[in-house]
């Protein structure tokens, strides 16, 4: 049985796309109280030129886990009107949270059908909410024999697993990005510095990615070979060749969408070889996402590996 102690805290702090200090804060201290018991005890890279976003050194890095802290949500625009942060699915009666200068935000969005087929998304408040705060689902952590459901297990249980990683690597980077769900845009000042500072030019993206026709729940961890992006097969092939010499259970993603941090790596003109392999899960971008608890173990084994073979 996988222990998941952590995950729900992660799971409930608020920070979107644009508003990760809570997240950045929350992890941090995080280490600076457990790192005393992992095997290498990493330098933090973080501060001045590098916004919200941070990367842990560990030893003689040659590969860096990338994983995402922002998630999607909302920011309330004009009379309540909630504008998407990212790609949030618009389901009438879902819970958000947040807080303005008022005080604590405990809400629901309502979802209005206008004459033209558009819809109008308000956020229900007896009062008007101060404009540019930002609004995410409320925690609603459950956990099965099985399975894992709540709101942003993409990708909170990405950042998770990069920390369980974190607890064993001897010789790796761990970097922690911000807005990947509302375009990106701190990758490449990421991977600039991993190349400039440290000489590692491959990546593996921690992320959750989708069940699909060809994605099954409960079929291990999916490594990618398509979606947005094309990672070069090269580098793919060297981590195919790592798993099929193992005991971990994974499946090929061949997508025609869908992007991630490696995408952002991608269109940078930063020479970086990236793979995203995440464990797939269901009721995408809702206050429901559901995974598989076997495709989590699967995932944090063949990081745990790939870290240690790259």
């Known amino acids: ?22 997240i950045k804060n929350y992890i941090l201290n995080y280490i600076k109280q457990n790192q005393a018991n992992w095997k290498v005890q990493p330098q933090i890279i973080e501060g001045k030129g590098f916004q919200d976003a941070f990367i842990l050194i560990f030893g003689k890095p040659t590969t860096a886990i990338f994983s ?14 909630l504008v998407p942060i990212g790609g949030p699915r618009l389901i009438d009666g879902t819970e958000l949270v947040g807080e303005d200068s008022k005080g604590e935000i405990d809400t ?23 404009r540019g705060t930002c609004l995410t689902f409320k925690p609603n952590y459950r956990e099965s024999d099985t399975h894992i459901q709540s709101p942003y297990m993409d990708n909170r249980l990405g950042v998770w697993v990069a920390l369980e990683v974190a607890k064993t690597l001897e010789n790796g980077a761990i970097v922690f990005s911000t ?10 000042f990421l991977g600039r510095y991993l190349i400039e500072k440290h000489n590692v030019y491959q990546a ?13 729940e409960g079929g291990g961890v999916a490594i990618s070979m398509h979606d947005k992006g094309i990672p070069r097969r090269a580098f793919v092939n ?20 869908g992007g991630s941090d490696g995408t952002m790596l991608q269109q940078t003109d930063l020479p970086f070889d990236w793979c995203f392999i995440g464990a797939p899960e269901q009721n995408v971008h809702t206050a429901n996402e559901l995974v598989n608890k076997f495709d989590i173990v699967q995932m944090v084994e063949l ?7 790259l």
């Open 179 to 188: 807005y990947e769900e509302h375009g990106g845009g701190s990758v490449g």
């Open 238 to 257: 060297k981590i195919i060749e790592v798993a099929r010499q193992s005991e971990i259970t994974y499946q090929f993603e061949v997508e025609s969408a």
């Open 303 to 309: 990081y745990k590996l790939l870290m240690q073979k």
């Open 1 to 22: 049985m996988i222990d998941l102690k952590g995950l729900e805290e992660l799971v409930a702090v608020r920070s979107a796309s644009g508003d990760e200090a809570n």
């Open 204 to 216: 593996l993206i921690s992320d959750i990615t989708w069940v699909t026709e060809g994605i099954l």
């Open 68 to 81: 995402h802290l922002d998630s999607i949500g909302f920011m309330v625009g004009y009379d309540n009107v």
């Open 108 to 130: 629901e969005m309502m979802v209005i059908e206008d004459e033209d087929g558009s819809k109008t998304v308000k956020l229900v408040s007896d009062r008007i909410v101060d």
